[in-house]
């Protein structure tokens, strides 16, 4: 990760036109000609501003979309013999204790002795620490691997909701990333859709001011809301809903589908793939109570 952020801030730092401050944004205001930013160290205006603070939490509180978070913890571990395949990863294994949840560990090897192992969860409520890492403990052992360090770890939590997020963009402020509602509802992913719509966001300034105007809803839309609605009402059934994608459908087919990029005939398939009547009951509930 660190190779990552340090290949960012190497192209960042030769654009002269780009200046970063490290200060703490307090909130924003549109004015009639121009947007302010007001921060701990003063104020900034410009003609538009694209942000990326959850300044608005409502969709925590609201009932219309279900809200569930994927949180984890990640260990990147060093072992000192080879335990690892650097040429397959392991994308959700869910033969680990799910406890009512959805529950899974991602393997990520980068060598034959490194790899990132994360513990994650989709549901409504956060775990202790030690409970994350007593799982990636329990995982290693599991596995036969006991002499490694740890040389970084990391932990976050991220909203999984198909709340309307971009209701909030105006004319002159636009939101990205979570708080612009770009991570995929269905499975928290997020850097995948904002490397995609941040190109979009590009072409779109070239030729459109309203900022508002922007982001519209896809068929995507609709299929990571009922799946959210199933996973919410039944979150037991996460380990089945996603194995049955697997078993049924080819990887090339559900990563486009994941990528937002597959056809309808693509879409069918995976739709096919699924217990159908769960979907059903998602879809007929939202047809009477509304989108």
């Known amino acids: 990760m660190q190779k990552f952020y340090k290949g960012l801030w190497d192209v960042i730092d030769k654009k002269p036109n780009i200046k970063f401050i490290n200060s703490i944004v307090k909130s924003i205001l549109e004015h009639d000609n121009d947007v302010e930013v007001i921060t701990d160290e003063g104020s900034f ?3 538009k501003v694209i942000n990326s603070i959850e300044f608005n939490k409502h969709y925590l509180t609201q009932e219309k979309y279900p809200v569930l978070q994927q949180h984890f913890i ?24 799910q406890n009512g949840t959805t529950a899974f560990m991602y393997v ?8 990132l192992i994360e513990y994650t969860l989709f549901s409504e409520k956060l775990l202790t620490k030690d409970a994350y890492e007593k799982a990636i403990l329990a995982y290693l052992k ?41 991570t995929k509802a269905s499975t928290g992913y997020t850097f995948r859709n904002t490397t995609k719509k941040t190109k979009q966001l590009l072409t779109f300034l ?7 105007k922007f ?14 609605d199933v996973l919410a ?15 049924k459908t080819k990887i ?24 159908s009547m769960r979907f059903a009951k998602a879809v007929l509930k939202r047809i009477i109570y509304g989108f």
Not at 108 to 115: R, V
Not at 152 to 181: C, D, L, W
Not at 253 to 275: G, H, W
């Open 233 to 247: 009402q039944h979150n037991e059934e996460g380990p089945n809903l996603f194995s049955s994608l697997f078993k």
């Open 108 to 115: 990520l090897p980068s060598s034959k002795t490194e790899a």
């Open 215 to 228: 982001t519209k809803p896809s068929k995507f839309w609709f299929y990571d809301l009922f799946f959210l």
């Open 252 to 275: 090339q087919t559900i990563f486009k589908f994941l990528d937002e990029e597959s056809s309808l005939t693509e879409d069918l398939k995976i739709i096919k793939s699924v217990p």
């Open 142 to 182: 599991d596995k036969g691997i006991e002499n490694y360090t740890i040389e970084e770890t990391e932990r976050g939590t991220i909203p999984m909701t198909s709340y309307k997020f971009q209701e909030y963009n105006t004319k002159n402020v636009i939101n990205i990333g979570t708080a612009g509602g770009w």
């Open 206 to 212: 070239k030729k459109e001011q309203n900022l508002s």
């Open 45 to 47: 205006k410009g003609p």
């Open 74 to 97: 990640g260990w990147f571990i060093k072992t000192q013999k080879n335990e690892f395949d650097d040429e397959v990863a392991t994308f959700m294994d869910f033969e680990i204790p």
